[in-house]
T-cell receptor
């Protein structure tokens, strides 16, 4: 079955630390890839997406992600986190031949001021 | 934010009663989705629609039904609510011709006592 794995369930960092959140998916065909963020008490919002082209994509608020096809990975990075980045982050995949989008279970990020 | 509203935003109901949640969009997006969000499970797809009167099941569809009689409205019905259906329910919309990312509604917090 198709699945999306987020390796870290809960991450705690201090402000200015670098961030990398892992995401792997199991699907052999072409996929569209997404990272969403959910701030406390709010709905999910798109951070960035990748469909094709340059495997390094930049999103909002200084986030970026790298697609590595051979590893079926789409890891999210930020060089220097801020307290306001405290949120839950979801990786999502839509296989091109499917209408459904598969979400990972999420990673809770807590930034210490 | 995309024009998506959900009603009601909060509801408390008793076990065994029917409940209908409404999702309304003003964006004319083709796809509409219903998810539930529970701690430790991330987002799980209940049902989705790929057009008026066209719907399909997600991974946790048991106990839920949906209807889409107009492009803008997608209804989720719990035929006979159970305590295991206590959750936060999110509606989302997307359109492959307009970026393919999902836009989420504000959510409905449902408590079944």
């Amino acid at each position: 079955a198709q699945s999306v794995s987020q390796h870290n369930h809960h991450v705690i960092l201090s402000e200015a630390a670098s961030l990398e959140l892992g995401c792997n998916y199991s699907y052999g065909g072409t996929v569209n890839l997404f990272w969403y963020v959910q701030y406390p008490g709010q709905h999910l919002q798109l951070l960035l997406k990748y469909f094709s082209g340059d495997p390094l994509v930049k999103g909002i608020k200084g986030f970026e992600a790298e697609f590595i096809k051979s590893k079926f990975s789409f890891n999210l990075r930020k060089p220097s986190v801020q307290w306001s980045d405290t949120a839950e982050y979801f990786c999502a995949v839509r296989p091109n031949r499917d209408d459904k989008i598969i979400f990972g279970k999420g990673t809770r990020l807590h930034i210490l001021p | 934010d995309a024009g998506i509203t959900q009603s009601p935003r909060h509801k408390v109901t008793e076990t065994g009663t029917p409940v209908t949640l409404r999702c309304h969009q003003t964006e004319n997006h083709r796809y509409m989705y219903w998810y539930r969000q529970d701690p430790g499970h991330g987002l799980r797809l209940i049902h989705y629609s790929y057009g008026v009167k066209d719907t399909d099941k997600g991974e946790v569809s048991d106990g839920y039904s949906v209807s889409r009689s107009k492009t803008e409205d997608f209804l989720l019905t719990l035929e006979s609510a159970t305590s295991s259906q206590t959750s936060v329910y999110f509606c989302a919309i997307s359109d492959r011709d307009r970026g393919d990312e999902q836009y989420f509604g504000p959510g409905t917090r449902l408590t079944v006592t």
